[in-house]
């Protein structure tokens, strides 16, 4: 056993606080939490079209409300501004909607935490509403409820329903919330809608006239280029860092280092991660170094978030490809070979594999939404022309070790 002499056990004894040690020490963030994904900025550089658009679409609701109801489709890749754009319009209009005296309730739900039909409407009353009972109620008694609640207490909603592709295979909730007022002709309108999802290939599993209405009204945001990220992280940066702790040539360089991925979470974590090395450092600016550092922490592929945010079938046939590349140990792989390794993963986790047509829209998703894989078009295949796939820029065994850790505790 090591003893402390007189000396060390003295200066311990005057360190009983650390934390408070560390908080008196100088930072460069004047409040890091600016940068987190769920800050949302009173500015959006670069959304304001879209803002403009889902003002003019729903106007109505404050020009006229019950009178109309209204459904708007968000689409785009990981980290283009989606929640951030529906976020920051809800707040808008909440304001336009208290100037004005008026009933209107704006709520936000992510579908992916609240996986179930019942769990989401509840929340959606809940937001609002507290006083219902604590017991178990069936969707079809919530939607009686919500519905009850709304025309009892006049009261218009405006609901958000992010990631909504987690559960709309499964469910028939936006159906029924859609449809929640159209018993009567004319009747008041109590509910509008904003959707958010990845892409619009959900909609082949909706009705016709549903998938019909939100195509009418459908925002595509594209990924951000270099110049837009640097806006981004500039107007950002402004909100975290003291003045003199960032110059724009560290700006540029994280979003040039970002540029490829178009993935404004990234840049920003990237621009984080960076500032607490400084940090840590005791450095009074952050350097071309401490990004260069912060990189190698965070490569934006192996992300706990961009992961999670496939499907559990994505997880599955990405795994496929990784294991595929690491076995044959070549730069690409026909698609017909991770097909067939596709099914031993299903297998392996007890999941009924899906057909070449399904398999063919998420390798597209994989590349297209996520850009975590690249495909192009092989003629040297002896059956003709054949598809083959890459992962340039992802360590493949690091990239196994996450996937099969989030199959296992999905």
């Given at each position: ?93 909440k304001d336009s909607a208290n100037k004005r005296n008026l009933n209107i309730h704006y709520h936000h739900i992510n579908c992916r935490r609240n996986r179930t039909y019942s769990l989401i409407l509840k ?75 990845k892409n619009a290939t959900f909609l082949y599993n909706l009705d016709d006239s549903t998938s019909s209405t939100l195509q009418k009204t459908h925002l595509k945001l594209k990924k951000y280029n270099s ?148 495909t192009k078009v092989s003629g040297n295949n002896k059956r003709g022309r054949s598809t083959i796939i890459s992962i340039n820029d992802a360590p493949l065994e690091l990239l196994e070790e996450k996937l ?7």
């Amino acid at each position: 056993m090591i003893r402390m002499n007189d000396k060390s056990a003295s200066e311990y004894s005057k360190r009983t606080n650390i934390f408070e040690e560390e908080l008196e020490k100088p930072t460069i963030f004047k409040d890091e939490a600016k940068l987190s994904i769920d800050y949302i900025p009173r500015i959006l550089p670069h959304r304001e079209e879209e803002l403009v658009k889902l003002s003019n679409e729903f106007r109505v609701i404050i020009e006229h409300p019950f009178k109309a109801s209204r459904k708007v489709l968000i689409t785009g890749p990981v980290g283009t501004g989606k929640t951030a754009i529906a976020k920051s319009f809800g707040e808008m209009l909440k304001d336009s909607a208290n100037k004005r005296n008026l009933n209107i309730h704006y709520h936000h739900i992510n579908c992916r935490r609240n996986r179930t039909y019942s769990l989401i409407l509840k929340s959606i009353i809940l937001s609002f509403y507290s006083a219902i009972p604590s017991r178990g109620y069936s969707p079809e008694e919530l939607l009686e409820i919500l519905k009850d609640i709304l025309i009892k207490e006049k009261r218009y909603l405006i609901v958000t329903l992010d990631e909504l592709d987690y559960i709309v295979e499964k469910s028939p909730i936006l159906y029924d919330l859609t449809r929640l007022m159209d018993e009567n002709y004319n009747a008041y309108q109590y509910i509008s809608f904003i959707i958010i999802t990845k892409n619009a290939t959900f909609l082949y599993n909706l009705d016709d006239s549903t998938s019909s209405t939100l195509q009418k009204t459908h925002l595509k945001l594209k990924k951000y280029n270099s110049q837009q990220l640097y806006d981004i992280l500039n107007e950002r940066s402004k909100e975290a860092f003291y003045e003199n702790s960032i110059s724009e040539d560290i700006l540029e360089q994280i979003a040039d280092s970002s540029a490829q991925y178009g993935d404004a979470r990234y840049a920003l974590e990237l621009l984080r991660i960076a500032g607490g090395i400084a940090n840590r450092n005791r450095d009074l600016k952050i350097s071309p170094e401490h990004v260069r550092i912060a990189k190698a922490e965070i490569h934006p592929l192996i992300k706990q978030e961009i992961l999670r945010d496939l499907t559990y079938n994505q997880k599955l046939l990405l795994l496929a490809i990784v294991r595929k590349l690491r076995h044959e140990e070549t730069v690409y792989v026909e698609i017909s070979d991770v097909e067939n390794q596709y099914k031993l993963v299903a297998e392996e986790f007890d999941y009924e594999a899906t057909a070449h047509t399904t398999n063919w829209n998420n390798i597209k998703d994989l590349e297209e939404t996520f850009a975590i894989i690249n495909t192009k078009v092989s003629g040297n295949n002896k059956r003709g022309r054949s598809t083959i796939i890459s992962i340039n820029d992802a360590p493949l065994e690091l990239l196994e070790e996450k996937l099969v850790e989030l199959l296992n505790s999905a």
